[in-house]
């Protein structure tokens, strides 16, 4: 149970950490809350120009390799300390499109390459028809500085978007304050719907099963995203607990902020079979597992990298799930044990539509 607490503890951290920085547009940047918008947008690009010529890496997001969105993400972060979505297509669905005419340096530039309709690639807006960017291809990849003229990009040029204010303000935070007494973020005018499903292993420390490994978990899920912080789920998770030797079929809503970061989920779940494992020599029966609110839970994904109109990620999920003890003398630790899922996982999605 000591280990357990730890973790718990670490994980409640990690969570509380990412979701005080996981949508930076309302003008709460902990490096800079008091400078001028056009003086955050310089920092981004500042922060931008010391990566030149590392090398691309799909998924990359250190200073040993980059990708395009892990470019952007480093930037960012560096210059303002805030956390944006790890994607192409989850910057460009996050942002407040705008016509290039308008676009100001430390804007954002998308791209839709390889024949698809999906946004596949994003720079950093320096002016002057100049961006940079992390290439994947070409005669010279990694981060680079390129020209909207080239030809390359006269023809995958998709849109500019808009993610700190306007180089105009006064400062981020007034302008946030703005933007959020008015109509608010004009992103969340868009949707985008999403399916995919995913697999993950579950994991028994204690070994209640005999090995690490407790069981699996899938996932189908359909998820509409709506704006920075309104991406909403309907996931269904047959699940296999091996220590408890029960069949469970969850049917779960979530919500999350569509960086992905974080998602929340609850629900009602069927349980199958009868619960029970052996522990330090008593056998322990459970009952309750299907129940109108039987799992509740949260997930996290690092990061999210994206292939034509598919997005692919690795995630972490702990989930809560009701096990009532049916002794008189309840166990602390065989509960925690029952009630309690750890699960590492791959995630897959494909975008439906955007509005």
């Known amino acids: 149970m000591k280990y357990l607490s730890s973790f718990m503890l670490f994980f409640l951290a990690f969570v509380f950490n990412q979701v005080i920085f996981a949508v930076p547009f309302n003008g709460n ?80 530039l998308f791209f839709r390459t390889g024949n698809t309709t999906a946004i596949t690639h994003v720079g950093l807006y320096l002016g002057d028809r100049r961006f940079v960017h992390a290439a994947s291809a070409g005669s010279k990849t990694g981060v680079i500085y390129s020209n909207l003229d080239e030809q390359y990009y006269v023809n995958t040029y998709a849109s500019a978007g808009r993610i700190l204010p306007s180089a105009s303000s006064n400062s981020i935070t007034e302008s946030g304050r703005r933007r959020n007494a008015g109509k608010g973020h004009t992103s969340s005018s868009k949707t985008r719907l999403l399916l995919g499903a995913a697999f993950a292993a579950n994991w028994d420390f204690y070994k209640l099963s005999g090995n690490v490994l407790r069981g699996f978990t899938t996932q189908i899920c ?86 034509s109109n598919n997005e692919f990620t690795p995630y972490i999920e702990a989930a809560w799930q009701l096990y009532i003890n049916n002794k008189p003398k309840t166990h602390m630790a065989a509960d925690a044990l029952a009630c309690t899922r750890f699960s590492t996982g791959f995630r897959w999605r494909i975008s439906l539509r955007r509005a």
């Open 222 to 307: 359909f998820v509409a995203e709506f704006g920075p912080m309104l991406s909403f789920g309907l996931e269904l998770r047959p699940e296999y607990d091996d220590a408890l030797n029960v069949f469970r079929l969850p049917l779960t809503l979530s919500w999350g902020p569509t960086n992905e970061i974080f998602r929340i989920f609850a629900g009602p779940v069927l349980s199958f079979g009868n619960a029970s494992f052996v522990f330090k020599g008593d056998r322990m029966f459970y009952s309750g597992g299907s129940s109108w609110l039987g799992s509740v839970g949260i997930t996290l994904t690092p990061f999210i990298f994206n292939i």
């Open 29 to 108: 940047y902990p490096l800079a809350p008091n400078a001028t918008a056009a003086e955050a947008r310089q920092m981004v690009i500042e922060a931008g120009k010391k990566y030149e010529g590392i090398p691309y890496v799909h998924a990359g997001i250190t200073a040993e390799g980059l990708d395009c969105s892990g470019f952007i993400y480093l930037s960012f972060h560096d210059a303002l300390g805030v956390t944006l979505p790890r994607s192409a297509s989850g910057l460009h669905s996050w942002a407040d499109v705008i016509s290039f005419d308008d676009a100001q340096p430390g804007d954002l």
